[in-house]
């Protein structure tokens, strides 16, 4: 599911897991074990695949409306812990990235993405919204990106993202690690880890403070509104019946 591996200054999670890595319960609970057993001096934190996409999204039997009281506060309990990791954290991103797999990306500090990745925030396609994307990408794209993206529920490529200023970089396909590598090395292999420390979490105050702030009030209308309307299941239902949905409020 999530494979640790360890090497000076540096910690790898990688996602291994079928169906493009989807983000199950048992997948956020493997990265939350896996965030609470690191502390300094580890400078880098990296989030990757081991097949070629980083995550297909919520696993979307997972996603019902019967499952989701208990699977989204844990998804976002995750969001919170990654925001205070105390090391720089750094999301690898070959092939698809979409929905949840997405939200944990840009809870990281940086995203480093293969030319071919793809990013996208589809919810609205199942019936839903992306409550940490709604928070997230604004912070990072600008509201009016942020708001096509999440309204069109489109997979965009990696280079429309660099331009709006949620990559850091994109790199070649078959050079995605020598690139994490070199940038490593480059930068932040050169500087005290404990200086590092804080001030990956001083450059996370706003966001921080704005994920506490405000991811209540959308879980709250994800759980208690957008539930209770029958378009939130029959978009789940679509998916797994592979139909077009039929919206009661079309």
């Known amino acids: 599911m999530i494979h640790l591996q360890h090497s000076p200054g540096r910690v790898r999670l990688v996602l291994d897991a079928p169906h493009g890595n989807a983000i199950t319960d048992a997948m956020i609970a493997s990265l939350r074990g896996a965030l609470r057993s690191i502390a300094p001096p580890v400078k880098l934190v990296t989030i990757e695949s081991a097949g070629p996409d980083f995550s297909f999204g919520a696993s979307i039997d997972e996603h019902a409306p019967s499952r989701m009281p208990e699977m989204l506060p844990r998804f976002h309990a995750l969001i919170?812990?990654?925001?205070?990791?105390?090391?720089?954290?750094?999301?690898?991103?070959?092939?698809?990235?979409?929905?949840?797999?997405f939200e944990l990306a840009l809870a990281c500090d940086v995203i480093i993405a293969a030319a071919s990745a793809k990013f996208g925030l589809p919810e609205i396609t199942v019936g839903a919204f992306p409550p940490v994307g709604s928070i997230l990408l604004p912070l990072k794209a600008g509201v009016g990106r942020a708001a096509a993206a999440i309204l069109d529920g489109a997979a965009r490529p990696a280079s429309e993202w660099h331009a709006a200023g949620v990559i850091h970089r994109v790199v070649a396909d078959d050079a995605l690690q020598a690139a994490v590598d070199e940038w490593y090395s480059s930068t932040l292999d050169r500087y005290s880890a404990s200086v590092l420390q804080r001030t990956a979490v001083a450059t996370r105050l706003f966001v921080l403070r704005t994920v506490d702030a405000l991811l209540p009030e959308a879980e709250r209308l994800y759980l208690n509104d957008l539930l209770t309307t029958e378009d939130a299941a029959e978009g789940v239902a679509a998916f797994l019946e592979k139909r077009p949905p039929r919206w009661k409020d079309a």
């Open 80 to 101: 919170v812990e990654m925001l205070r990791v105390p090391a720089v954290t750094a999301a690898v991103v070959p092939g698809r990235c979409l929905g949840g797999g």
